[in-house]
Every structure is written in structure tokens, then in C-alpha cells.
């Protein structure tokens, strides 16, 4: 899809790429949150809560461009054509993603669309889903006695016709995170084993985490496709997989009960709100 422009004409606007964090609408930055209060125009991904949007003033124009597995969203390029374009007709334009926008979030994608188009940029990071479910899933990525590495991956793709690189994934040392990798939990399982990790490997898939839906489904790397199967189970999920997973019982203090809905009082009197 070839870019369009304005001829002669310059970008107004400024776009702010920003990550919203894995749920819990506290985990928002302090940066984010300051940014979304000002927004003009906000472009939002599927994961992104209704709570955090309810930061949005009311003035301005809310579009989704989610993206889920298996159901319909907006093609890539019609979304970084949409952000040049209400760079030239807004001040403040806001691209709203879950978690972190350059940890599978195609962040990098849209800024060098923004670059050909010559419009002014920033990037707000947030906490990335890895970091978010496994601290509110009481699972360290690393300890000294369990793993020495962490790796994160996406297993939203095409494994037969796009090969991974199972052998370095399977080193028992690291601790390997996996994004949108539910539907092919069960190619992900046959080629950790094939590559020589055990199926007694610990494994937890977290659904909804960091939020009052948050679930954790907890087996081994031999029952990985039954548990992503499990009915219980609902989008988004992440899965870790490694022996710092049977951490979790000992380790687990999150109370989904205890979840906030909105950003305390006191919390936005601080902010000056």
C-alpha cells in the first residue's frame, strides 16, 4: 500500500506512541497517563482495558485498531496510514498499545512509517506482558538457581512454513516467555521435546493477567496443549515456560479480588487532576 500525503503541506501534529501496560490500569506510567489527558486522537489495540480508556477526555476521537487472534482488525498499513493521516489534522495523536510497543507490538513498523512521512514522534514504553504477568503470576523470569537467561518469543505464527529455532529454546537454564502462542501450544510442545527439553518441564499459561480476571493454568511441558486448551481459558494469555515456574505457588500474592477498576482518588489529586 503505497503512503499518502499531503503535497506541500506539513504535519501539524505529533504522534506519541505509547504502551498501556499488561492490564491493571496502576501499571500505567506516570508519562502515559499525562499523555492520554492530552490526546486529541487516540488509535487503540484490542488489549488496551476499557479503564485506561475512560483516561481518554471525553472530547476526543477514540478508534480501534485492534488486533486478535482469529478475528478481524485493522491490516497494518491502513493503521500507520491512519496515524500520518491525523497527524496533519490533529495536535496530539495517541497510538495506544498493550504492554510494551517494541516487544511484539510492531512499534518499530509504524515509527519508520511516520519517519517516510516526515511527522514528529515519541515513544512512551510500558511494562511489557512478560515482566507484568509473571510478577503478578509469582513467577521470577530469572534466579540464580533456576535460570540464568530469559527469552521471549512469539508463537503467533506460521510454525511449519516459518522453522524456529527449537535447539536454543530448549536450554533448560532460561526461562523462554511465549506471546500469542495458544493456537499452536501444541507445535510449541512437540518442538521444545523434540529439541531435548523435558516434559516435566514446569509450565504456566496466565490468562487475563494483572487484572480481576486473572487465571493461572499450571501443568508441565508435556501437558502444554491441554492446558492451552482448557474451556476456562480466556484471551489474551501468555505462557512461561521453565523451572522458575514452580515458584509460583510459594511466591503467589495477587488477589484478583483486589484489582482497581479506576486510578485512586488520591493518586490523580497528585497528578494534578
Partial sequence: MELFTLPGQQAQGKVWLVGAGPGDIELLTLKAYRILKKADVVLFDALVSDEILALVPKEAELIAVGKRAGKHSAAQEEIN??????????????????????????????????VEAGVEFEVVPGITAASGTSAYAGIPLTHRDHAQGVTFITGHCKLESRPMDWQSYANSANTLVVYMGILNAASIQHGLISAGRSPKTPVAIVSKATTAAQRRFIGTLGELAELAADPALAMPALMIIGEVVGLADSLHWFNPENSPKTLDASVKQSLGH
Avoid: C, M, S
Fill in 81 to 114: 496510514q491512519l496515524l500520518v493521516t491525523k497527524a496533519y489534522t490533529r495536535k496530539n495523536v495517541v497510538r495506544l498499545k498493550g504492554g510494551d510497543p517494541f516487544i511484539f507490538g510492531r512499534g518499530g513498523e509504524e515509527l519508520e512509517t511516520l
